[in-house]
């Protein structure tokens, strides 16, 4: 629940920003999906092949990240990124909602066993 006693508030550009601090090797990226507003991952491996991570993907209802190789350039040209702000980043709204959703991220991945 947030401040208010509503429900949190959740869009890709908050989700993305909650998760950002987990994935250090992710880099947040803004733009468009179609003519969408909207938020994701980008990553450059270390074989330089680049690859989507969309945590939330538009118009999936119930659905886990999609994940694009940009080697299949037909489905990554619909993510078109820009530099500007597409939402209120500074709405104090926005601001919980990511420190919420940060906090309960960071909270599973700290209950997860370590990686071997």
Known sequence: ?????GPVLVSCHILVRALAPLFPVLRAIDGR???????????MAAD???????VYP?????????????????????YDSKHEPVFPEGAPAFAEA???LAEAARAINDALPPLT
């Open 58 to 78: 538009v118009g999936i209802a119930a659905s886990g990240p999609l994940v694009v190789d940009f080697s299949l350039l037909g489905l990554s040209r619909l």
């Open 48 to 54: 330089h092949s680049r690859w989507i991570i969309d």
């Open 1 to 5: 629940m947030d401040s208010r006693g």
């Open 33 to 43: 999906f179609l003519a969408a507003d909207h938020s994701w991952f980008f990553l």
């Open 98 to 100: 990511v420190a919420q």
